[in-house]
């Protein structure tokens, strides 16, 4: 199955096709609080390369989060391997695709600003068994990976990367499958399609 690529999809051609249904008052985003994560829920990674999210096209398919601002970022479990990456599609307020984020166990890439090979303690860091939990942030422009808490990449982005992805203000997954999990924290609102079956494409369990 196809999935995005940097050489396939280009920033502007990404747009709303289904205009979102969010409330009216934007969610802020603040530091961590004490319990916050405890009041979080457990939501599939929800696939948005589909026929009925437009391939990545429907921000119905999205979550609306300001990830440059957002201390958390997202919040993931899933199993990491090499050659079968996370995946998760950036997006401007309005629908633009922004780029990609990549990662496996074999390298990390975000459209147009890294492309590396993650450190030896990263690849040791994941679980033996089953899905790693780690989370992916870029608060005032330091992209993060942390698994377990504890920060094993950090990358701070400048210029023109700085300026391109500023403008985050919703996310995607996508080649993704049920089995992994990512946080719906209280600073994120989710498109109608998204739900605790994707839009009955995941089991409850």
Known sequence: RAVPRDDKIEPTQAKVTTPPTTP?????????????????????????????????SNMECTVKQDLFSSFEGIVVRSKLTRG????IALFG?????????????????????????PSVALRRAKAIIGLTPWAFSMKDGV??????????????????????????????????NCENRFRLLPEMVPGAMLT???????SLY
């Open 84 to 87: 079968k990456p996370n995946s």
């Open 24 to 56: 009216t008052q934007r969610p802020t985003t603040s530091a961590p609080l004490p319990g916050r994560l405890a009041f979080a829920k457990d939501f599939p990674t929800c696939d948005c390369w589909t026929p009925k999210c437009g391939f990545c």
């Open 196 to 202: 605790p079956t994707c839009d009955n494409t995941c």
């Open 93 to 117: 307020e309005e629908g633009d695709l922004l780029g990609n984020f990549q990662w496996d166990l074999s390298g990390i890439f975000l459209t147009g600003c890294i492309r590396c090979r």
């Open 143 to 176: 992209v993060e990976i942390k698994i377990n808490g504890q920060t094993l990449f950090r990358r701070t982005l400048k210029g023109k990367c700085a300026e391109r992805y500023r403008k985050a203000k919703r996310f995607a997954f996508y080649g993704m």
